[in-house]
């Protein structure tokens, strides 16, 4: 099984960092304009919604919660049902210049179809999450793809209406 591992240094408190990853019934910005549904202690079940809450991107289990140090989910895009879920562990480490966030995505095999992009996107997570907590604001690309994003959000899979979701039972 392949692992993806990658980091990046935010000048802002651990806390800080914390609060945004951890943030339910509030859009995270950072990771692609969701709402995280969980109520974040182990074997609870987790969703990333659209804003509307119309569709679900992401369904997993909360699997570890060290606050404000260590956060673990199980991860299934609901664009592949078929994928086996992996798994996300979010790392938050304070060093002098604020705190260093790293991602593991583990448990990938080849029958993974997002397995080859998934560095790319959680790179992309990483830089908007520092820009918005450096800054306050998102870079104005991701402010346009986001709304593109949501005119377009009929044109997804079934399987990520929340009601084929709750059908699935995930």
């Known amino acids: 099984m392949d692992e993806k591992v990658i980091s990046i240094e935010i000048q802002v408190p ?3 960092v914390w609060d945004e990853i951890t943030k339910t019934g509030r859009i995270q910005r950072a990771l692609y304009n969701s709402v995280m549904e969980t109520n974040l202690v182990p074997g609870a079940k ?3 919604y659209s804003p509307n809450h119309k569709r679900v991107f992401i369904v997993g ?3 570890e919660v060290e606050s404000p140090a ?3 989910h199980t991860y299934r895009m609901t664009q592949w049902p078929d994928d086996e879920p992996t798994l996300v562990t979010w790392e938050l480490e304070e060093i002098a210049s604020g705190c260093r966030v790293t991602i593991t995505h583990s448990g990938w095999t080849d029958a993974h179809k997002t ?3 998934v560095t790319a996107g959680w790179t992309e997570i990483l ?3 520092k820009s918005e907590l450096e800054t306050g604001t998102i870079p104005f690309k ?3 793809i986001y709304a593109l994003m949501g005119a377009f959000m009929f044109a997804l899979p079934k399987t990520t209406k929340k009601e084929e979701v709750d059908r699935r039972g995930w």
Do not use: N, P, S, T
């Open 142 to 144: 991701w402010k346009v």
């Open 61 to 63: 289990e909360v699997v």
């Open 115 to 117: 397995k080859d992009r």
């Open 46 to 48: 987790l969703r990333y």
């Open 70 to 72: 260590r956060f673990a």
């Open 127 to 129: 830089g908007i999450l």
């Open 14 to 16: 651990r806390q800080k």
